[in-house]
């Protein structure tokens, strides 16, 4: 396929400086008072109609925030959050209670045509309930768990996950739904003392995806949720939680846009993913956010914590992330390895263009007997953007036979751009095998020109070379990101060079 | 009919001046080989004609099929039929050369307003070609250029040359790095794609590789200048008397 052409195609559709999702949805909405006070988080949690307890983890969480400070150790630079003159909740108000795709607001479904997200046709096209034996293995299937601003407003699928036994919906639903799963589970990977951002989150968050996979159970399609900021000066703080029982599998992914805006947009999800006995959890994202306009102005944080803990024997956690967008990212997805012969995996496309600024990583914490991680980590820094990969590998005193293997590559394409690498490695016992390689390249005139004489523009040769730099962690994500993902790198390199 | 006109060429690089009016005729269907010593501004005329960013042209043209070809940009110059065979090709790690093949041809095509090709298509035609010039299938499924041996990057210039059907060649030291087994194989590769309408430029330090490729005009350079042009039988009197006579003055 030629995906260098259609790439290029569609990035002179896009004007320089104009963000391809950078519109806004004109709905009301339904927003909590300015500012952060117990009355907010009572404020949200009654809007939930959460359960007592629900309020009271919020709150203790809320007064712990309260003492804690922000962390300042990443090399990151911007302008100090005022906390206080932030939206922390916001929702499109709902009409109705939904229950089909055609009762949501037309304006919020344009909004998902605008992003090509196929929401409706892959409603249409699957049905909700495809006959028995009719099934095509061929054409797999997503179910999305669509998030608009705060609030779910649709769930697809639901009725075939329901029969694997599958629990997929939103937090806020699973908190009333299923209180006993989520009280076991939340705050389990990331305790809401954690740190400064996943405490904040821990008392403001708003939705997110929930997901159970019972045991023994093969989850019968990719699972994915999109994220959407749209109010103004929302911040938008998601809880993912998900949960792969003895022996299960399930693969989960994440794509986020956002619309352009002048002001600062403040992100600090928390995820938290937990692999039990034998259990498998695929985690994939692509992220492309607002980085801010060429001067380096406005632009998502994104401050965001997500863990995965692989609390059982032979359980395997796998991050794959492909980060593109945001004017800041703060973000290190991790694995602990708990259980005795469990593997994390780490696989991270972070390119940061303009002013953005990338200090992103992974945390690999081997606790159990040979245990395994991998890292293979791609940053691509251009512009005049800041590109840190930042990781820690330990493992602990009983962690005996733990072994990592730990690449991280660095292409800096022209001159104004930095790229750093930050391993922590450190090993409390003798057996552990530890591996690191590190390379920084420049992209290099000769290789474009190269490339040019042959007959490809210059940014069509950026993006072929670029796109060979990352092919390793490509190929680990699911095929219709892996399309996606190869289209975005090339836009968000656009006008790098030259 | 003249298909490559370089009139009175004078370029600098970083305030040098490197060449001094240099002055060539290239006809449809001929081959000119093209020698003298190192620094003589042999490989900066290749990289002016094929547009390489870094050299400024201070005076006189260059004509390709009666345009001006300084005009164009470099990958428009390649779609009209330009190709520079490097003397040392560079390796892009994870991009498959097939891609690479296919992307390049594509996009050549495009810019000419031609279809692209069909996969079914280019398979075929890769296949053909690569087949003539002993390249195994599965050297194109690895990244361009990455980890090939000398002889296979040049058999890979000329792949590329025999599928992009290019109207001139210019072959930048072809030689260099080469067994005389690989040059046999390269240079056969070169003169199967000899024809009427397809020019060459062979740029060489050597005599040898033009026992393989046998020129019809050979110029000798000097300082930046053209000082002498001939037959083939004036390389051989290069090879037996050194570039000593003919240095300029």
Known sequence: MPAVQETVERVKRIDVDQYRYGFETLIESDKAPKGLSEETVKFISEKKNEPAWMLQWRLEAYRRWLTMTEPTWARVDY??????????????????????????????????????????????LEG???????????????????VFDSVSVATTFKAELKKAGVIFMPISEAIREHPELVQKYLGSVVPTSDNFYATLNSAVFSDGSFVYVPPGVRCPMELS?????????TGQFERTLIIADKGSYVSYLEGCTAPQRDENQLHAAVVELVAHDDAEIKYS???????????????????????????????????????????????????????DNSSGEFYSIAISNGYQQVDSGTKMIHLGKNTSSRIISKGIAAGKSQNTY???????????????????????????????????????????????????SKISEDVLFYCIQRGLSQEEAVGLVVNGFVKD?????????????QKLISISLEGSVG | MALLEVKDLKVRVEEREILHGLTLTVNEGEVHAIMGPNGSGKSTLSHVIAGKPGYEVTDGQILFKGEDLLEMAPEERAAKG????????????????????????????????????????????????????NIPQDMLKRGVNVGFSGGEKKRNEVLQMALFEPSLCILDEMDSGLDIDALRIAADGVNALRSPKRAMVVITHYQRLLNYIVPDVVHVMSKGRVVKSGGKELALELEASGYTQFEAA
């Open chain 1, 79 to 124: 302008p100090k959050i005022d906390f206080q003159d932030l939206y922390y909740y916001s929702a499109p108000k709902p009409k109705k209670t939904i229950s089909s795709l055609d009762e949501i607001d037309p304006e919020i479904l344009k909004t998902y045509e605008k992003l090509g997200i196929p929401l409706r046709e892959v409603a249409m």
């Open chain 1, 128 to 146: 909700v309930e495809p006959k028995v034996g009719e099934e095509d293995p061929a054409r797999r299937k997503i179910a999305v768990d669509a």
């Open chain 1, 225 to 233: 949720t999109y994220f959407r900021i749209n109010e103004r000066n």
């Open chain 1, 285 to 339: 994202t692509v992220q492309n956010w607002y980085p801010g306009n060429s001067e380096g102005k406005g632009g998502i944080y994104n401050f965001v914590t997500k863990r995965g803990d692989c609390r059982g024997d032979r359980s395997k956690i796998s991050w794959t992330q492909v980060e593109t967008g945001s004017a800041i990212t703060w973000k290190y997805p991790s694995c602990i390895l708990r259980g």
């Open chain 1, 390 to 440: 930042r990781g820690l590998v330990t493992a602990h005193r009983k962690a005996t036979g733990a072994r990592n293997f730990t690449a991280c590559d660095s292409l800096l394409i022209g001159d104004k751009c930095g790229a750093h690498t930050v391993p922590y490695i450190e090993a409390k016992n003798s057996s552990a095998t530890f591996e690191h390689e590190a390379t920084t």
């Open chain 1, 473 to 485: 962690v490509l190929q680990q994500l699911p095929m219709e990101f892996a399309v996606e993902a």
């Open chain 2, 82 to 133: 330009v190709f520079l065979a490097f003397q040392y090709p560079v390796e892009i790690p994870g991009v498959a050369t097939m891609n690479f093949l296919r992307t390049a041809l594509n996009a050549q095509r495009k810019a000419r307003g031609e279809d692209e090709y069909s996969t079914p298509d280019f398979l075929k035609k890769v296949r053909e070609v690569s087949k003539s010039l």
